[in-house]
């Protein structure tokens, strides 16, 4: 930030007082511009046992698959912003959800709410963020080329949980990883 979005002086980062961290201030009018994590919401969208995916039409990670997830609007439950997102990237109605995870991802300052979901009919199709859009059995899930590590995690969970017929609220940090360790 350079600007201020209140007044339009220039900007300083420094530490305000009462405060423990660098933030952006503005001298001219005293606005403290506050830079908090994103929240992500998403869905697990279940059909008779298969997993509803996206292959993204988008970068980043343009042509993999992910579950259908975004960024929150203003004004949005996280239940109505997953339901959305499934919406704009699968374009399937859901239903029934529950809360299944929230990770953390403090390094890209992400955090994501996953939900599971019943998808309300066997209607779907490509939003105009993704290339495809199909149901997956656990078996038939492309591991290798899933978008992101918090899908992986997610999907990996969920496997894990559907096997025990439990399915407990996950709450993690997913860390990053260097790249040899990838």
């Known amino acids: 930030m ?26 001219e009018c005293a606005t403290i511009h506050y830079q908090n994590p994103k929240i992500v919401a ?5 059909w ?7 292959r993204r039409a988008i970068e980043p990670r343009y042509g993999l698959w992910t579950l259908p997830a975004g960024f929150m609007e203003n004004g949005e439950t996280t239940e109505q912003a997953a339901a959305r997102e499934t919406w704009e990237e699968a374009r399937a109605r859901v239903g029934k959800m529950k809360l299944y995870g929230v990770f953390s991802i403090p390094h890209i300052s992400q955090v994501y709410l996953m939900f599971r979901a019943s998808l309300e009919e066997e209607r779907f199709e490509p939003g105009p963020e993704s290339l495809e859009v199909r149901l997956f059995g656990e078996h038939e899930i492309p591991w290798d080329e899933l978008a992101f590590p918090v899908v992986k995690l997610t999907l990996s969970k ?4 559907l096997k025990e017929n439990l399915f407990p609220v996950h709450v993690e940090e997913i860390i990053r990883h260097s790249p040899q360790r990838q």
């Open 48 to 54: 008779e046992g298969r997993l509803l995916l996206c």
């Open 158 to 161: 969920y496997c894990s949980d």
């Open 42 to 46: 998403g869905c697990i969208p279940d």
């Open 2 to 27: 350079i600007f201020c979005s209140n007044c339009g002086a220039r900007l300083i980062v420094k530490v305000p007082a009462g405060d423990d961290r660098l933030r952006h201030v503005c001298e």
